[in-house]
C-alpha cells in the first residue's frame, strides 16, 4: 500500500479516536500548555494527550513511522518518527479543544499528509455530530449526518476567519473586488463559540474562509478541502509562495507564514 491507502485503511482507528475523545469529554481536567493570552491556542486537556497517543501507537505499526511528524501535543511516542521524513504527517488529535473543555459539539479529531507540495490526504471526523469529511488523491468526499447549526443568512456572503488582518495582508486588488462585491469578513469566535470555519466551509455556508500563518497541525483542512471542491484559492508567503515546507516555531507551536483565502464565489 502507499501511505495514502494506509491511511484510509486506519480510519476506523481515527473513528475510534474521535470516540474516546467524547468519551473523556465530561469533567475533563485541562491546563494551559501556553501563556499566549488566547484560549484557542493556550488550551490542553488529558483528552488531547491520550486520544494522541492512542493514535500513535497504531501509526507506529506502519510505514507511517518513517513520516516527519507534525503532532500539536509533546507525547511519548512522537519521538518514534523520522524528522527527516520525505512527507509530513499531521495529527491533532482534538481540534477545537477549548470547545471541547466547556462541553461543546464542534470538535474534531484531524489527520493529515503532505509532501512538502501537494497535500494528499485530509481527514476530520466531529464525533458528537456523527460527521466525517475526507480528502484523498484531491477529491473531496463527506459521510455520515450533515451537521445542521443554526447561522445567520448573510454569512452567505461572508468570508470566516480565526484570527490576522485579511485587509492589510491580502493584495489590494482582491480586497477591494471582495468590498466592492459585498463581501465582508468575520471572525468565528463573533458568530458563535460551538461552530467552526471547516464545517462552514464544507457545508457551503460561507463565500470563503481565511486563515493566517496557520497551525501546522490543522490549519490547512480548509486548503485541502477548497482546492479538492474546485474553489479558488489566493495564497501568498514570506518569499513569496505559501509553502509547506517553511515550517516556523511560535510559542503556540509551529505554523506554516504566510495566508490563503478560498472563495467558492469565483473571482
Partial sequence: MNLVETLQSLEPIFVEAGKLALKMQKGVDYHNKYSTGNPLADIVTEADLAVQ???LKEIIKTELVNCHLLAEENTPLA?????????????????????????GKCFSTIISLHDGKNILYMFGYYPVLNWTYRVANNKYWSSGEIPDFALPPELKNTIVYWSGNPEKNLPKE??????????GFKKVLDIGEDVDSI??????KVTGTYKEN???YDGIAEF???SAKGLKIYSGGPNGNFD??????RESGFYYPGYYLTLSDLL
Avoid: C, H, W
Fill in 53 to 55: 497517543e492512542f493514535l
Fill in 174 to 183: 482582491i480586497y477591494s473586488e471582495l468590498k466592492n462585491r459585498g463581501i
Fill in 199 to 204: 464545517t462552514m466551509l464544507a457545508l457551503d
Fill in 214 to 216: 496557520p497551525n501546522v
Fill in 224 to 226: 485541502s478541502i477548497a
Fill in 79 to 103: 519521538k518514534k518518527f523520522n524528522e527527516q521524513g520525505k512527507y509530513y504527517l499531521g495529527i491533532d488529535p482534538i481540534d477545537g479543544t477549548a470547545t471541547y473543555a466547556k462541553g
Fill in 244 to 249: 509547506l515546507l517553511n515550517i516556523k516555531k
